[in-house]
């Protein structure tokens, strides 16, 4: 870690400092072009032969059945149950929330305009099952798709070596209304979900975080005309701390983030020198006690621990890398609030951990990596639907702008556009 310590830096250091790791991608998309292609083709009996060749498995049907559904539940403990309800339950009041009333505007006399929501019918949730299974994110995609109204929701989720889903995986989703679960994982899911099978439907959008073979195919899905989420990568955090901070949390916060990939990235900014320094003596300490320690050692070598001068040096910073999760261990954190520009979720405060919005917080943890913060939001109820506006005009309404329309369309020489109106106009002054 001693390599990636700077004490410091000067501004025109910045940019160097700035940079997230990245995976060696030579022939990756050819891949998964070849994997779409043949599922394209070949369908389930694509999809079977990729289950074989990548999770090591044979699968027959890949439709969950309710039997399945109903033995997983059983396997899940009732405190663990408890757990997951506890989280059901704030995910679901926090995205309730985010309903919009239709607001009707009278632009000016005669004419009224609105805008109403209308459910993405088919949308499908890819949940990773690899070395985490994350059932938490079928809280986070599965909820608001519930409260958007979406038609048909579709779970994709890799099947373990004995051919059966992680029984938690199963529990969640049933906890949550969904009905169509199917075992495939990676890149093949993104496949058939893009186009279709004899078994997985094809949907309109797709959402989920996956690997990078997951997340070209993603892209390749764009390529044919299938909506996603958000674009993704490795997960990340940046934590600034002043002398307020407690190094054993920082140094908690930046493993739990560190232990998801050894492409994680995760960034420590003090402007503490003493609280520094401990924080690193604390992560050596903690990092031994993991069971992913080898993970997260490697994710570390991705990563930067850096002393600035200031918070708002610190903050300058953190708008410049725009991380999916910003940590402000600092004294008075909602101060600081309006200088945040680029984030994707931000934890304000000594007792506000990344891992409890990853978990049971409320908000979506499906949030923009790799700098997308810039541009994206993360995953919230709009993800899920789409903005129709609504315009009605009256007989005083297309007089009182008639003319203008009229203007604009010949200036643009859309003559028919103009005619559209000036017919109406004439009818009007015809009494017709």
């Given at each position: 870690?001693?390599?990636?310590?700077?004490?410091?830096?000067?501004?025109?250091?910045?940019?160097?400092?700035?940079?997230?790791?990245?995976?060696?991608?030579?022939?990756?998309?050819?891949?998964?072009?070849?994997?779409?292609?043949?599922?394209?083709?070949?369908?389930?009996?694509?999809?079977?032969?990729?289950?074989?060749k990548?999770?090591?498995?044979?699968?027959?049907?890949?439709?969950?059945?309710?039997?399945?559904?109903?033995?997983?539940?059983?396997?899940?403990?009732?405190?663990?149950?408890?757990?997951?309800?506890?989280?059901?339950d704030?995910?679901?009041?926090?995205?309730?929330?985010q309903?919009?009333?239709?607001?009707k505007?009278?632009?000016?006399?005669?004419?009224?305009?609105?805008?109403?929501?209308?459910?993405?019918?088919?949308?499908?949730?890819?949940?990773?099952?690899?070395?985490?299974?994350?059932f938490?994110?079928?809280?986070?995609?599965?909820?608001?798709?519930?409260?958007?109204?979406?038609?048909n929701?579709?779970?994709?989720?890799?099947?373990?070596?004995?051919?059966k889903?992680?029984?938690?995986?199963?529990?969640?989703?049933?906890?949550?209304?969904?009905?169509?679960?199917?075992?495939?994982?990676?890149?093949?899911?993104?496949a058939?979900?893009?186009?279709?099978?004899?078994?997985?439907?094809?949907?309109?959008?797709?959402?989920?975080?996956?690997?990078?073979y997951?997340?070209?195919?993603?892209?390749?899905?764009v390529?044919?005309?299938?909506?996603?989420?958000?674009?993704?990568?490795?997960?990340?955090?940046?934590?600034?701390?002043?002398?307020?901070?407690?190094?054993?949390?920082?140094?908690?916060?930046?493993l739990?983030?560190?232990?998801?990939?050894?492409?994680?990235?995760?960034?420590?900014?003090?402007?503490?020198?003493?609280?520094?320094?401990k924080?690193?003596?604390?992560i050596?300490?903690?990092?031994?006690?993991?069971?992913?320690?080898?993970?997260?050692?490697?994710?570390?070598?991705?990563?930067?621990?850096?002393?600035?001068?200031?918070?708002?040096?610190?903050?300058?910073?953190?708008?410049?890398?725009?991380?999916?999760?910003?940590?402000?261990?600092?004294?008075?954190?909602?101060?600081?609030?309006?200088?945040?520009?680029?984030?994707?979720?931000?934890?304000?405060?000594?007792?506000?951990?990344?891992?409890?919005?990853?978990?049971?917080?409320?908000t979506?943890?499906?949030?923009?990596?790799?700098?997308?913060?810039?541009?994206?939001?993360?995953?919230?109820?709009?993800?899920?639907?789409?903005?129709?506006?609504?315009?009605?005009?009256?007989?005083?309404?297309?007089?009182?702008i008639?003319?203008?329309?009229?203007?604009?369309a010949?200036?643009?020489?859309?003559?028919?556009?103009?005619?559209?109106?000036?017919?109406?106009?004439?009818?009007?002054?015809?009494?017709?």
């Amino acid at each position: 870690m001693t390599q990636n310590i700077f004490k410091f830096p000067a501004k025109s250091e910045w940019q160097s400092l700035l940079t997230r790791p990245t995976l060696e991608k030579k022939n990756l998309r050819e891949l998964v072009q070849d994997i779409f292609s043949e599922v394209k083709l070949n369908g389930d009996s694509a999809l079977q032969d990729f289950s074989e060749k990548f999770d090591g498995v044979k699968i027959e049907q890949f439709s969950v059945s309710n039997e399945e559904i109903e033995n997983a539940s059983a396997e899940v403990s009732e405190d663990l149950k408890n757990a997951i309800k506890q989280a059901k339950d704030n995910i679901l009041k926090f995205h309730n929330s985010q309903k919009n009333e239709i607001n009707k505007i009278e632009t000016q006399p005669g004419i009224s305009c609105w805008r109403e929501s209308r459910a993405i019918e088919n949308v499908g949730l890819y949940i990773p099952g690899g070395t985490a299974p994350l059932f938490s994110t079928i809280l986070m995609l599965a909820i608001p798709a519930k409260i958007a109204g979406c038609k048909n929701i579709i779970l994709c989720t890799p099947p373990q070596k004995d051919g059966k889903i992680n029984p938690v995986i199963l529990f969640t989703a049933q906890l949550c209304g969904v009905e169509k679960i199917y075992k495939v994982g990676g890149a093949q899911a993104i496949a058939a979900l893009t186009f279709g099978t004899e078994t997985v439907p094809k949907v309109d959008k797709i959402f989920g975080p996956g690997n990078q073979y997951v997340t070209a195919a993603k892209e390749l899905a764009v390529d044919n005309g299938v909506a996603i989420d958000m674009p993704a990568g490795p997960s990340e955090v940046l934590v600034i701390a002043d002398s307020s901070a407690n190094p054993e949390f920082c140094a908690a916060d930046l493993l739990s983030q560190a232990e998801h990939g050894i492409d994680s990235q995760v960034i420590f900014i003090a402007t503490d020198e003493t609280i520094f320094e401990k924080t690193l003596e604390e992560i050596n300490l903690q990092v031994e006690e993991l069971p992913r320690n080898e993970i997260a050692k490697k994710a570390l070598e991705n990563s930067r621990f850096i002393l600035l001068d200031s918070v708002e040096n610190a903050l300058e910073f953190s708008n410049l890398y725009a991380p999916e999760h910003l940590i402000l261990s600092i004294e008075n954190p909602e101060n600081y609030i309006d200088l945040i520009v680029n984030a994707g979720s931000v934890f304000l405060g000594n007792y506000s951990p990344e891992a409890a919005g990853d978990y049971a917080t409320g908000t979506n943890h499906t949030l923009p990596t790799n700098g997308f913060a810039r541009n994206y939001s993360g995953v919230s109820l709009d993800s899920f639907v789409k903005k129709i506006t609504f315009q009605n005009l009256t007989e005083i309404g297309l007089k009182n702008i008639g003319k203008s329309v009229e203007l604009m369309a010949e200036a643009e020489g859309l003559f028919a556009h103009k005619n559209a109106v000036s017919l109406r106009l004439k009818s009007l002054e015809n009494g017709i």
